[in-house]
Nanobody, 122 residues
Framework: QGQLVESGGGLVRPGGSLRLSCAAS????????MAWFRQAPGQEREFVAE????????NYADSVKGRFTISRDNNKNTVYLQMNSLEFEDTAVYYC???????????????WGQGTQVTVSS
């Protein structure tokens, strides 16, 4: 059965950077569209970024555009989220998600990781 494991979260000051990683196992990673979502306390989960199976196509939420970059390494079965110029509002649990289609964007994601906490605080 497929599994996603996120890592790289932590505490960072405003303006700082973090890189999240999500390692996939148990399925054909290169056939999957991948995405990052986040959920802040008391709020609904929201879309952050997504990337096509090849890595050639990406989409971002307006709130992170120009600050965050999603990428993937199909040889390592890993998707990344580079987060720069972090703001207080970026504090959330970040989730990795996958959808078993090369159609992009897939519209929904049905495979989820357990999440990693990102806290932006001075």
């Amino acid at each position: 059965q497929g599994q996603l494991v996120e890592s790289g979260g932590g505490l960072v000051r405003p303006g700082g950077s973090l890189r999240l990683s999500c390692a996939a196992s148990g399925w054909s990673f290169s056939d999957y569209s991948m995405a990052w979502f986040r959920q802040a306390p008391g709020q609904e989960r929201e879309f952050v970024a997504e990337i096509s199976w090849s890595g050639r196509n990406t989409n971002y939420a307006d709130s992170v555009k120009g600050r965050f970059t999603i990428s993937r390494d199909n040889n390592k079965n890993t998707v990344y989220l580079q987060m720069n110029s972090l703001e207080f509002e970026d504090t959330a649990v970040y989730y990795c998600a996958g959808e078993g289609t090369r159609h992009f964007p897939p519209g929904e994601y049905d495979l989820w990781g357990q999440g990693t906490q990102v806290t932006v605080s001075s």
